[in-house]
C-alpha cells in the first residue's frame, strides 16, 4: 500500500522489526548485567549465606552444606536423642555451658540451638581441624567410653563431643564444636551465615 509516495505496509513492518531486534538486543545486554549481581562462587566460598532444605530430613539424621569452604552438619535429633544429650553428666564436659566456645548468643542452653531437634554445626575437631564421625547411637563400640550418649568421634586423635557439639572432658579438643550463625526462613528453609537480627 502506497500513499503519496510512502509505502505504510513496509514501514510498519521495518519499525516492527527494529522494535523486536532493539528488545532482543537489550535483553541480551541486561542479562551479563543481572547475573553480575548474584554472588559469584568465589563470593559464596568467601562467606555468602547458604540455604539448607530440611524438609525431608529424618529424625535422626544428619546432613552436610558447605559454608566458607567448611562442612556445616545439620542434624534433625529426636525426642529421645534430645533427652539423652540433655540429661549427660555436665561434670564429664570440658565446657557444659559453652563459656569458652564459639557460638551466636540465641544458641545458647544444653543444645546449642535455635530449636532444640534441629542442630546445626561446624563439622570440623576444634583440636587440629579433622572431621569427626557421626555416632549417634547410644553405647556404640569405637568411641574410647562404655556410657556412650551418642554424638561425634574423632578418630585422629580421639575427641568426642556430644549430639549439641559439647566436647567431653580429657580429650585433645579445647573447645566444644563451633555454631555457626544461622536463622530459619519458613519452617524448613535453614540460612547459614546470616543471624536473625541481621537478616
Known amino acids: 500500500m502506497a500513499n503519496n509516495g510512502v509505502n505504510k505496509g513496509r514501514r510498519r513492518f521495518l519499525v516492527g522489526a527494529t522494535t523486536v531486534v532493539g528488545a532482543v538486543g537489550a ?3 541486561a542479562i551479563p548485567f543481572v547475573s553480575a549481581w548474584q554472588p559469584s562462587a568465589r563470593a559464596r566460598a568467601a562467606g555468602a549465606p547458604v540455604q539448607a532444605d530440611v524438609s525431608k530430613l529424618a529424625p535422626g539424621q544428619r546432613m552436610t552444606v558447605e559454608w566458607r569452604g567448611r562442612p ?3 542434624i534433625n535429633r529426636t525426642p529421645e536423642m534430645i533427652e539423652r544429650t540433655e540429661s549427660f553428666a555436665a561434670d564429664r564436659l570440658a565446657d557444659p555451658d559453652s563459656q569458652a566456645s564459639l557460638q551466636p ?5 544444653q543444645m546449642r540451638s535455635i530449636r532444640p531437634e534441629i542442630g546445626v554445626l561446624i563439622g570440623i575437631c576444634t583440636h587440629l581441624g579433622c572431621s569427626p564421625v ?12 562404655d556410657d556412650w550418649p551418642g554424638g561425634f568421634f574423632c578418630p585422629c586423635h580421639g575427641s568426642r563431643f556430644d549430639l549439641a557439639g559439647r566436647v567431653f572432658s580429657n580429650v585433645p579438643a579445647p573447645t566444644n564444636l563451633e555454631v555457626p550463625p544461622y536463622r530459619f526462613e519458613g519452617d524448613n528453609i535453614i540460612v547459614v551465615g546470616e543471624d536473625e537480627e541481621t537478616a
Open 134 to 145: 557421626y555416632r549417634p547411637e547410644p553405647d556404640a563400640t569405637g568411641v574410647g567410653v
Open 27 to 29: 535483553v541480551g545486554v
Open 105 to 109: 548468643a540465641y544458641s545458647a542452653g
Open 72 to 74: 556445616v552438619w545439620i
